[in-house]
């Protein structure tokens, strides 16, 4: 089991910043990749970023990229999102979730994860 517990969500104007972190414990966080996803009222859960174990590789929504940067501290077991020129948009609840070795977690599919976090509110004023 991997417990993920996220944190540094809140209520930012338009073009604010935030960064999100998601600690984990349980099993080695080195073991597995990484994942934010997001999901608004009404809307399906959807894929934001993703980094393999190593941190090496990472992949972005189209949505996303150029503003959102992920990132992870394996000796911290943590798993970062730096949120930068923020639109109302963005305004989610934001999961973090930990997909095992075997799992094709770049395709950025929900069914890829094998654990998630509780979520953290981010809302973006206009």
């Known amino acids: 089991q991997v417990q993920l517990v996220e944190s540094g969500g809140g209520l930012v104007q338009a073009g604010g910043s935030l960064r999100l972190s998601c600690a984990a414990s349980g099993r080695t966080f080195s073991d597995y990749a990484m994942g934010w996803f997001r999901q608004a009222p009404g809307k399906e859960r959807e894929f934001v970023a993703a980094i393999s174990w190593s941190g090496l590789m990472i992949y972005y929504a189209d949505s996303v990229r150029g503003r959102f940067t992920i990132s992870r501290d394996n000796a911290k077991n943590t798993v970062y999102l730096q949120m930068n020129s923020l639109k109302p948009e963005d305004t989610a609840v934001y999961y973090c979730?930990?997909?095992?070795?075997?799992?094709?977690?770049?395709?950025?599919?929900?069914?890829?994860?094998?654990?998630w976090g509780q979520g953290t509110q981010v809302t973006v004023s206009s």
């Open positions: 979730a930990a997909a095992s070795g075997s799992r094709s977690y770049y395709s950025g599919r929900v069914g890829e994860y094998d654990y």
